[in-house]
């Protein structure tokens, strides 16, 4: 197969979705806020180009790729500039408050309960400077007790949230912005469950609580409690109930995309029934005669899998997975030949359209890339030979699963690499055992005990998935505990995976070099693994109250500490190595890091001359054109953190600059 005859096909929905991708990422990354008339003006004045521009192919090409980018990024700075979730002022903050609201969203992680409370009243706090959302933690327990839909009263302590402290920091601000939340917070006194206020009549949560009663079901009082966790969060999407041993194995060994219900699960349900449902019209002669038995079979498919993304919570990831599901069976419906390549970037272009803030989340990264990639490596690869013999049968299903493994860890290799700081290798060989463990023991034993529910004749089936769900979490310890299974790798590094993965890519489209651009991915792996400078930096942190330096294996050592509680929040950020590789006096402390000396000052204590030729570089308390070392490190005042970079016998600061004038800011 020639892709260049295919082309033409492409090309249109190809620039449409490359415009849009490329539009929404503008908008995130501007330094500034964009003016949506300006950008609507644009927009239009862009129509009549593309109407002069149709006689001369290459240049319209182009207008319609900047049409795209325009309307994308109007989208999403008109989506984004809507929101108004009013930021807590600062004169609310740190003081005691009864806030009362509706409960939204419910979670228990990190020992932790955290609630989201819609419609809130503050009392002490105007109504217009009231924040729409808010989000309070406690200590596990405390919180957990109440439903989605309860109203509850709380007394807590607020704050705006926090814009980012340091590059690389998560930018909770943004986010909160996104979902609309304007106060963060923690329980400081009683909380207790509260009436309907007037005007609300009925309850909107009923799935809220069909997901809760099912999810006390599964795991109740079970002794399995492994096993039970990890079948309610295949089924309800509810992960609270999973433990930290077992979640981390899952992402040590490259199956956590197995417990974020997304296109595999709805993909199993929906097969599932499109399958069971022709099976089952197979029986009747005339039906099978008289009828195209695909209709019904892809009408209910798609009713399961909008139940299940209901029942799952109706996260992005699984109406993500939804969409794409509907598209490929409304195509049965229709009557139409569905082209994978174009429902992806039709899907692709839909979700950007819909919520633009995805575009930051990892979930949405790694699945649009992985399904790019499978979708290429699907159109253009040879086609297997059919053959009758079972167990031949059996090895190409087993070489598919490994292939189809392999492609999708390589394709979202540099996608976990940014995120996560690590890649992972043995999970191309897990997923062989747990991808078919999934599929047809998990998944089906799901949908065929909520099925059997209304019958009371559920608890067979739950059995049988709690069965596979054992061997799923033995096949996740199994890989978590395989020697050299994954290594840390430094964002810098993440480079060299992604230009690999874009040559394979388009290698995949091309269908040519495949062999090639594989082993060029297999070079820069190994090149980011020998070559890693993991950690190499120092952080100066809170004005120069916290510094705090890579030691090069994957953790940062302290070199200088206040021991508040403020730092101690923000060093849970960090893997933190012990503070017992320095020597320290009345004057300062001594560091060997990284074949580098350095000398942190005690507050008040200024450096001598003999300071200076001790050590490599000195970190003061003042200014470096004050001291008296000309390897003083050069901070700049007022600055509230950024990152020393080291290069041989020089030291450079490079301050952290925040864009206050974005919108969320």
């Not at 509260?194 to 009923?206: E, L």
């Not at 079979?297 to 509907?326: D, E, H, K, Q």
């Not at 065929?448 to 049988?464: D, H, K, Q, T």
């Not at 400078?533 to 809170?542: A, E, M, T, V, Y």
Request: glycine share 8%.
């Amino acid at each position: 197969m020639n892709p260049k005859t295919h082309i033409d096909s492409y090309l249109f929905p190809a620039l449409f979705a490359l415009g849009a991708l490329l539009g929404t990422f503008a908008y995130f990354t501007l330094p500034f806020e964009p003016s949506v008339t300006l950008l609507g003006i644009m927009s239009i004045f862009l129509i009549p180009a593309l109407y002069f521009m149709r006689n001369h192919y290459p240049f319209f090409m182009v207008s319609f790729l900047m049409f795209a980018f325009v309307c994308a990024l109007l989208n999403a700075a008109w989506q984004i500039q809507k929101r108004q979730p009013k930021f807590l002022e600062k004169k609310y903050e740190n003081t005691r408050l009864w806030v009362v609201g509706q409960v939204g969203a419910s979670a228990s992680y990190n020992g932790r309960d955290k609630i989201t409370l819609e419609s809130v009243k503050i009392y002490g706090v105007d109504a217009e400077n009231t924040p729409k959302k808010v989000r309070i933690s406690s200590s596990q327990g405390r919180l957990s007790i109440f439903n989605v839909g309860d109203w509850v009263a709380v007394e807590a302590m607020l704050m705006a949230p926090a814009p980012p402290k340091y590059a690389g920091d998560y930018n909770f601000r943004r986010q909160a912005w996104m979902d609309e939340i304007g106060a963060t917070g923690y329980v400081m006194g009683q909380v207790y469950k509260t009436s309907w206020p007037d005007g609300y009549k009925s309850n909107t949560y009923y799935i809220q609580h069909m997901r809760n009663a099912l999810t006390e079901k599964i795991v109740g009082s079970h002794t399995e409690f492994d096993e039970r966790a990890v079948m309610a969060a295949l089924m309800t999407g509810k992960k609270t109930y999973i433990s930290d041993d077992i979640y981390n194995a899952y992402r040590q060994s490259g199956l956590a995309h197995l417990l974020a219900i997304s296109g595999l699960h709805i993909g199993l349900i929906g097969g599932f029934v499109f399958f069971a449902t022709r099976r089952l019209c197979g029986f009747s002669e005339r039906i099978t005669l008289r009828y195209n038995t695909k209709v019904p079979a892809a009408i209910l498919a798609i009713i399961a899998c909008l139940a299940y993304t209901a029942i799952a919570g109706g996260t992005l990831p699984t109406l993500r997975a939804f969409i794409m599901a509907a598209f490929i069976f409304i195509g049965f419906v229709v009557g139409r030949l569905h082209n994978t390549l174009r429902i992806f970037m039709m899907t692709l272009v839909l979700v950007l359209f819909l919520w633009p803030q995805s575009l930051l989340t990892a979930s949405f990264q790694m699945s649009f890339v992985a399904v790019f990639a499978l979708t290429l490596w699907n159109e253009f690869k040879q086609k297997e030979a059919f053959s009758s013999v079972k167990v031949v049968q059996g090895l190409t299903y087993t070489k598919g699963v490994f292939l189809t493994s392999v492609v999708a860890g390589l394709a979202t290799m540099p996608i976990a690499a940014w995120h996560f700081g690590s890649i992972h290798f043995v999970g191309f060989f897990v997923n062989v055992l747990a991808i078919p463990l999934t599929a047809f023991v998990i998944m089906p034993s799901s949908l065929l005990s909520v099925v059997m529910i209304p019958f009371g004749a559920e608890n067979p089936f739950l059995y049988a998935m709690q069965y596979g769900v054992f061997w799923l979490n033995s096949l996740a310890v199994f890989g978590a505990e395989f020697p050299h299974g994954h290594y840390d790798i430094e964002q810098g590094e993440v480079f060299f995976l992604a230009f690999s993965v874009f040559i394979l890519l388009l290698s995949l489209y091309l269908n040519k070099y495949k062999k090639f651009t594989v082993g060029l991915l297999g070079v820069s792996v190994l090149f980011c693994f020998f070559n890693s400078d993991s950690n190499r930096k120092i952080l100066w942190l809170r004005g120069g109250q916290t510094i705090i330096a890579g030691n090069g294996e994957g953790a940062f050592l302290p070199l200088r500490v206040d021991g508040s509680s403020y730092e101690k929040r923000l060093l849970s950020n960090f893997k933190m190595a012990s503070a017992g590789q320095g020597r320290c006096d009345s004057m300062g402390c001594v560091y060997d890091v990284l074949s580098h000396k350095y000398l942190v000052m005690a507050d008040g204590v200024n450096a001598t001359e003999e300071d200076c030729a001790q050590v490599d570089f000195i970190m003061e308390n003042i200014m470096a054109e004050n001291s008296i070392c000309t390897n003083a490190v050069q901070f700049k005042k007022g600055v509230e953190s950024g990152e020393i970079v080291i290069n041989k016998k020089t030291a450079l600061f490079v301050p952290y600059t925040l864009h206050e004038n974005r919108i969320w800011h």
